[in-house]
């Protein structure tokens, strides 16, 4: 019989060996989104004759279920990280289906509503994505006459044919990312990547002709002269005037005239208000994950794990460049949220499930080369 006790002192000793510096470098994210959400949000509600505790109240309330997300995750025992991301998936995949047979909304179809919240399904693909199609490609590798490689391009064709249905160009560009570095990990030929280069190519010359959104972004970004984005624009000089320690708290004008100050052009926010240091330790704190992340999976001798956290760290560090390169003009723009910074229910808990699932597949694993 299973005593209490002893699952506690588990769980215990599960919560000690988890990575302190991914885990700490997450609650400061989270931290930091806090303040920026109640210096962004009450602006953009007034502007949409909100209360101007809309969106904190909803923001505060997701905050801590991120949290007890990204802890429950994180203390999965190995075996349970895939089949918990197999569920999710299935469900996310069904998600996104049901969205397409509701209404369009700003020309694309990306939310259901489920007992008066509203949810994106496709964000909770993204690290249930990484996860099992780390898992199907790592047995497709090491496991002779396996087909389960060839399921996980099944899955990720299937996803990305929901994604292009909505139609979410960044999110397609997302998950194609996740994959094309879990299969270098998982290991392919030279021709393969010079396929798979030539098919990046062929897709974004695609979203180009075929999306008008994407057209117009690409086209203003090429030709800043016919009329650049007035939210780029704003955020331009508002970062070049931003200073080292920023205006002070609440004092920042930008918020007053970004229609996403809360979520695409958060960092615009940070710089004015908080100044240069401030968002530089931002921008340093995912720089931080990405290269801790290289170096765990490189400790580690699970194969799956390594290709696992790959497409992990891939989608947070996609997310958060699409972002920052945004709001720096460097990029044509793209609503993507920045990872635990910007507004958005979906997004954190989406991102926690993905800090989750890292810190269960790397709290000191030392298996050979297989399946756990």
């Known amino acids: ?131 099992v199609c780390g898992w199907l490609l790592a047995r497709g590798r090491l496991i002779k006459h396996c087909w389960d490689g060839w399921i996980a391009w099944g899955i990720c064709g299937i996803v990305v044919l929901l994604l292009l249905a909505q139609p979410d160009v960044g999110m397609t560009l997302t998950i194609l990312s996740i994959f094309a570095v879990e299969l270098f990990l998982s290991g392919i030929s030279i021709w393969l990547v010079g396929f798979l280069m030539l098919g990046g190519i062929g897709f974004a010359v695609m979203a180009f002709l075929s999306f008008e959104h994407v057209r117009n972004r690409v086209l203003k970004f090429l030709n800043p002269e016919d009329g650049t984005s007035y939210q780029v624009e704003k955020s331009m000089e508002t970062l070049k005037n931003a200073g080292w320690f920023g205006k002070g708290p609440g004092e920042g004008m930008v918020k007053y005239e970004l229609p996403d100050a809360h979520t695409d052009f958060i960092m615009a926010v940070s710089a004015e208000e908080f100044g240069f240091i401030i968002t530089a330790m931002i921008i340093l704190t995912f720089a931080f994950i990405m290269l801790r992340s290289c170096w765990l999976i490189r400790r580690e001798n699970n194969f799956f794990v390594q290709v696992a956290v790959g497409g992990l760290m891939t989608q947070i560090t996609v997310q958060s460049l699409v972002n920052i390169l945004s709001t720096l003009n460097l990029i044509p723009t793209k609503g993507m949220t920045l990872p635990f910074i910007s507004y958005g229910g979906s997004s954190l808990v989406s991102v926690a499930i993905a800090f989750g699932f890292i810190l269960a597949l790397t709290h000191g694993h030392t298996f050979s080369r297989g399946l756990e």
């Open 1 to 131: 019989m299973i005593r209490f006790s002893d699952i506690k002192k588990k769980v215990v000793e599960q919560a000690r060996s988890l990575d302190k510096g991914i885990m700490y470098a997450a609650f400061i994210l989270l931290f930091c989104g806090v303040f920026l959400t109640l210096a962004a949000s009450p602006a953009v509600a007034a502007r949409n004759h909100m209360n101007w505790m809309h969106f904190i109240v909803k923001h505060m309330i997701f905050v801590p279920i991120a949290c007890g997300v990204l802890m429950g995750v994180a203390l999965l025992p190995l075996k349970w990280v895939r089949r918990v991301a197999f569920v999710i998936l299935i469900g996310a995949i069904i998600g996104m289906i049901l969205v397409l047979l509701g209404p369009e909304v700003k020309g694309a179809r990306r939310w259901i509503r489920i007992l008066g919240i509203g949810i994106q399904p496709s964000e909770f693909a993204k690290p249930v994505f990484a996860v």
